[in-house]
């Protein structure tokens, strides 16, 4: 499984924590950046990890701001792209079951870093069920 990391200087933290583990599991993985955390405009990681995704470069992405709202609307301009906002399991397990989110984005100010590790592993677990969803699905994109 191939997985597009980024963020902001917010999730920048988190954003070690979750690639040390996927390190460890041997996946791999692309690093959009911040490198650090000082200040860093979250479109700059953003739009370039999308872009990957739309290519079919990675299977999935996890973007991490302090509310998890700035990444979340940017990478939902990309018409590849079904960004789910997650502050709770249940919300993890149905962005992928119901609306195949191929990204998930985290709230790093508002989530514990073991509960955003978590998180993850639900999301990159979680097959899409299909079915009516799938119909639903097909409508999101304006294009």
Not at 45 to 66: M, T
Not at 72 to 99: F, P, S, Y
Not at 103 to 112: G, N
Request: proline letters at 3%; a negative charge.
């Amino acid at each position: 499984m191939k997985i597009a990391i980024g963020g902001d200087h917010a999730g920048f933290e988190y954003k070690q924590h979750i690639l040390k583990w996927f390190q460890e599991q041997n996946f791999e993985t692309a690093d959009f950046g911040p490198y650090t955390d000082e200040s860093f405009d979250y479109p700059d990681s953003v739009h370039p990890l999308c872009d990957a995704i739309e290519k079919g470069e990675y299977e999935f992405g996890i973007l991490i701001c302090g509310s998890g709202n700035g990444v979340c609307m940017t990478a939902n301009k990309h018409q590849g792209i079904r960004a789910g906002l997650v502050w709770d399991e249940e919300v993890v397990k149905l962005i992928r079951l119901h609306n195949n989110a191929n990204v998930m984005c985290l709230p790093a100010r508002f989530i514990e870093k073991e509960t955003a590790l978590e998180f993850v592993k639900t999301f990159i677990t979680t097959e899409f069920e299909g079915g009516r969803h799938q119909r639903r699905v097909g409508k999101i994109a304006c294009a």
